[in-house]
Nanobody, 118 residues
Framework: QVQLVESGGDLVQAGGSLRLSCSAS????????MGWYRQAPGKQRELVAV???????NYGDFVKGRFTISRLHTNNTLYLQMNSLGPEDTGAYYC????????????WGQGTQVTVYS
């Protein structure tokens, strides 16, 4: 069973930076895509950024050049560098991985909390 574990969430002042990490275990296969999603209280989960096997990358419209997603394909490790954080970025950030081969299917981590105060 694939397990995703996020880390790096914290309490940070507006304008600050954080780096989130996601580590996958339970498979030797490379995920087709890995991505970050977030969910603020009372809101739906939304895409932050996703990266595919061919290094295709897509960001949510709100990112506006502030975040950078990166991935180590060898061990399904995912990062999200977040700069110029604002209170609107507050929420739980979830790691997602989708497999076409190997375990197949979609997996989610438990989330890491990001809180930005002004």
């Amino acid at each position: 069973q694939v397990q995703l574990v996020e880390s790096g969430g914290d309490l940070v002042q507006a304008g600050g930076s954080l780096r989130l990490s996601c580590s996958a275990s339970g498979t030797l296969f490379s995920a087709k895509t890995m991505g970050w999603y977030r969910q603020a209280p009372g809101k739906q989960r939304e895409l932050v950024a996703v990266v595919g096997n061919e290094d295709f990358i897509n960001y949510g419209d709100f990112v506006k050049g502030r975040f950078t997603i990166s991935r180590l394909h060898t061990n399904n490790t995912l990062y999200l560098q977040m700069n110029s954080l604002g209170p609107e970025d507050t929420g739980a950030y979830y790691c997602n991985a989708q497999f076409i081969v190997g375990p197949g299917g979609e997996f989610w981590g438990q989330g890491t909390q990001v809180t930005v105060y002004s």
